[in-house]
């Protein structure tokens, strides 16, 4: 079985992947899932200074070294930023496959909406956010965030956010102003199987997002949207349906790599 790499989004931490990495390492699969650089402080405690200084960039080349450890190309999986995060490193490693999870837009991938701008307000509303760590509030992130979750998971997933950088989300969001490349991917190298998956209610990654990130990949892509479900994957009532999706993906690349060379056409 291939490898599994999850890549966890902006103020996450990769304990939001617990739930489908014991699914997928119950039947066999091996799992790996790293913390992005100082991503371990809640937000009751003081932001770690050095995070200020990273940008979308250090991010890539921190995953890319990563995966380049293991022994053999991994699917690599991303949800929110971890899903633009996980299109660029692909681009670099050439895994054998991506899933995308409500993925964050590149700089070519944007959707002319005014939710992701409303989830962020009162972060950018703030002169010089970019160049200090963020924290995302708790009502916006119960709006923009975890819209559809029910509220006693959602406010426990409030309370484990950390803290991130200003200036990886102005890399992200506002690619046209920072100007450094950061957010653009070359579509061209990913020709991998691909799947890309969106709740219908997303308002952070919304689903114009989604699709226009499927058609600019360039390999095979299975695209799917769950109903009444917003940007969270996570919890009960999406988190199986998302494994669902994911196992049915997996099955054929698995079962093509599996086949002796000699009878493969």
Avoid: C
């Avoid at 103020?11 to 913390?35: D, K, N, Q």
């Avoid at 899933?99 to 837009?105: D, E, K, R, Y």
Wanted: aromatic content about 10%.
């Amino acid at each position: 079985m291939t490898d599994l790499y999850f890549i966890h989004g902006m103020w996450g931490t990769p304990a939001v992947w617990s739930g489908l990495r014991a699914r997928f390492e119950a039947v066999g699969y091996t799992t790996h899932a790293p913390a992005l650089p100082f991503h371990d402080r809640r937000r009751e405690e003081p932001p770690p200074p050095e995070i200020a200084a990273l940008g979308l960039k250090d991010y890539i080349d921190y995953l890319v070294e990563d995966v380049s450890r293991l022994a053999a190309p991994p699917i690599i999986i991303g949800h929110s930023m971890g899903g633009f995060l996980a299109q660029a490193v692909a681009a670099r490693v050439q895994p054998a496959g991506l899933i995308l999870l409500s993925p964050a837009a590149s700089a070519s991938t944007p959707a002319i909406a005014a939710d992701p701008v409303r989830t962020v307000w009162k972060i950018i509303s703030h002169w010089g956010w970019w160049k200090r760590p963020t924290m995302m509030e708790p009502d916006a992130a119960r709006w923009g965030l975890f819209n559809e979750v029910p509220a006693d998971i959602a406010s426990a997933e409030i309370a484990a956010l950390v803290w991130d950088s200003g200036r990886v989300l102005a890399d992200l969001s506002f690619p046209w102003l920072t100007r450094n490349g950061a957010a653009t991917v070359d579509y061209a190298r990913l020709s991998m199987p691909a799947l890309v998956v969106v709740g219908t209610e997303d308002r952070v990654t919304p689903v114009a997002t989604a699709k226009a990130t499927a058609r600019r990949l360039t390999g095979p892509v299975d695209y799917h949207e769950i109903p009444d479900t917003g940007h969270w994957l996570f919890h009960p009532a999406a988190v199986g349906r998302v494994g669902d999706l994911i196992a049915e993906w997996l099955a054929p690349i698995d079962l093509q790599r599996a086949q002796p060379a000699s009878t493969l056409g």
